[in-house]
């Protein structure tokens, strides 16, 4: 087994069976570890593409299920595809390629993709021969759809936020492990291999106009440091080490916000594979008790290892659905954070924009998506303890996002939003301001969503009932989803005032 990160995912395969390849090589006893036959690889591209319409599950886990050789390259081949599907069915479609050739449509997507728009046909047999024989009429296609657009290039072909994010090269974010060392030890460790160190960073743009082997701090996250694009760390000493963790700055917004008390007891609700759960148990000190929930085995297993390599000690993981763990188990009565960032459609994942299914098919699955996670919302807030709670996703859609959150406030009254980091350069859909959203072009980030939740004090609760609702000021710290809450409460007394002066008429005219 082996595992490597991919932005902020940990993707765990099974390396080939080992094989001898030459004679020579049998003879001397070397085992080489064949490249996959590219037949091979498109096979489980196509495979993947078919679930993935079956809403068997999100591509990055199933393409950590397939247990495939070379994890990124499929999961870039996928991602590219996927990114240029409209075109590529166009082009199908106009050519009746599936007739012709007997392919299914994800197979011909990946084998029109390679001929037309990536690095030429990878695969061999019968296959290339095929794809050969229908060559130019798919180039021709392709030019008319070009020709009709008015674009020259490949890439203008693509929605603008494809094209957005085809061209959008995220920083590489490194987060310094702090259970194992140090923000200075890490960065002197780095000046020593030839890095040069910029400091911390003033503005946005200080985050992207560097290159080579220059490297900031963040301006917002502490103990986060911003490399170029695309630096490599996998195979760096500190990563193997556990020093350094690869992780988009958005996605260590949560922990960070939650910003547990050393000592506290904390739960994650959703953890695997354990980014922001090692990111807590680092704030925390490892004092204190972390329980982490995850109802998928093999991500839980990965994760055990990640937390292992990180240092992190105050764990305690279950391979448990988080909506069957009991709030009022004794065991859980002095949980006063948790974090929950459950399953979401993961559109917020650059590589993933552009790809969306059917709109009918989508907002079905949306819809499914959000019912989810106001019910671990809900559940989440039932631990008697609890006094914050950071819910996040990696979706850009509202209906997983300022939706879900202003349905949990409307039905948990004893609940508000913590108004979040006033200097974070996007803001979370009016009214509900409080919380944070992340894209590439704003934050320099994968798309993203935080809101923070704290329990009103009984006092304040009970002077909410007698006092008339406070009109709903982003800043004020009590305004929640009191957009529609203030409203509903307003248009209540308008109906009261409105009934009674009916009443009072009625009386005065004796009725
Ligand atoms: C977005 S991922 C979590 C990423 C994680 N917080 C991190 O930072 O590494 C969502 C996780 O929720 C898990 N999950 C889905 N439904 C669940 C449930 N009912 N109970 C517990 N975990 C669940 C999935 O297996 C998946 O690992």
Redesign the pocket.
């Known amino acids: 087994m082996f595992a490597i990160k991919f932005n ?3 993707l765990v395969g099974v390396k080939h069976e080992n094989r001898f390849a030459t004679d020579t090589e049998r003879a001397q006893g070397r085992r080489l570890l064949p490249p996959t036959p590219p037949n091979v690889n498109r096979c489980v591209a196509a495979e993947i593409l078919d679930k993935v319409e079956r809403k068997e599950g999100a591509v990055k ?1 199933l393409v950590y299920d397939s247990k495939f050789q070379n994890i990124k390259q499929l999961f870039a081949l996928i991602c590219e595809t996927q990114k240029y599907s409209a075109v590529l069915q166009d082009i199908i479609t106009t050519t009746k390629l599936l007739k012709a050739t007997k392919l299914r449509i994800n197979l011909a997507k990946l084998l029109v993709y390679d001929l037309l728009i990536g690095q030429g046909l990878k695969c061999g047999g019968s296959w290339k021969t095929m794809m050969m024989k229908h060559r130019s009429r798919l180039q021709a296609a392709l030019a008319r759809i070009k020709v009709k657009k008015k674009v020259s290039r490949n890439q203008d072909l693509l929605s603008e936020s494809s094209q957005q994010i085809a061209g959008a090269q995220l920083p590489r974010y490194v987060r310094v492990n702090t259970l194992k060392t140090t923000l200075e030890d890490v960065i002197d460790y780095l000046k020593r291999e030839g890095f040069s160190y910029h400091g911390r960073a003033g503005r946005m743009e200080d985050l992207h106009n560097f290159s080579g082997k220059t490297f900031v701090s963040d301006l917002h996250i502490p103990d986060l440091l911003v490399f170029p694009p695309k630096k490599d760390f996998h195979t760096h000493f500190l990563y193997q080490a556990g020093h350094i963790i690869l ?1 988009d700055k958005a ?1 260590c917004l ?1 922990a960070y916000l939650l910003n547990p008390r050393s000592g506290a007891q904390v739960l ?10 090692s ?1 807590l148990a680092a704030i925390m000190h490892n004092k204190g008790k972390l329980f982490a ?4 085995a093999k ?2 297993s990965t ?1 055990n290892t990640l937390l292992l390599r990180a240092g992190v000690t105050c764990q305690q993981l279950a391979n ?5 763990v009991n709030p009022d188990g004794p065991e859980y009565s002095k949980v006063e954070n948790i ?1 929950l ?4 459609s ?1 559109s917020g994942m650059v590589c993933l924009q552009g790809s969306c299914s059917e709109p009918q098919e989508e907002a079905g699955r949306l819809q499914a998506l959000a019912a ?1 996670q106001l019910r ?1 919302l809900n559940h989440a807030l039932r631990f008697p303890s609890l006094q914050r709670l950071v819910y ?3 979706s850009v859609h509202t209906q997983e996002n300022e939706e879900v959150v202003a349905a949990c406030l409307q039905q948990n009254k004893g609940y508000r939003l913590v108004p979040l980091l006033p200097e974070w350069p996007e803001r979370g859909l009016p009214p509900l301001t409080q919380c944070l959203r992340a894209s590439p072009a704003k934050t320099l980030t994968h798309g993203f969503f935080v809101a923070m939740l704290e329990r009103r004090g009984p006092r304040e609760q009970e002077a909410d009932t007698q006092t008339p609702a406070p009109t709903s000021d982003p800043t004020s710290g009590v305004t929640c989803a009191d957009g529609p809450q203030v409203e509903a409460q307003a248009s209540g007394t308008t109906e009261r005032k409105r009934r009674n002066k009916k009443k009072n008429r009625a009386k005065a005219e004796g009725k």
């Open positions: 902020d995912h940990i886990t992780q996605s949560p994650d609700a959703c953890a695997a594979p354990g980014n922001k759960t990111h929930f995850d109802l998928d991500r839980l994760m448990q659905d988080f909506l069957k974090l960032d459950p399953s979401c993961g989810f671990c996040s996703t990696c």
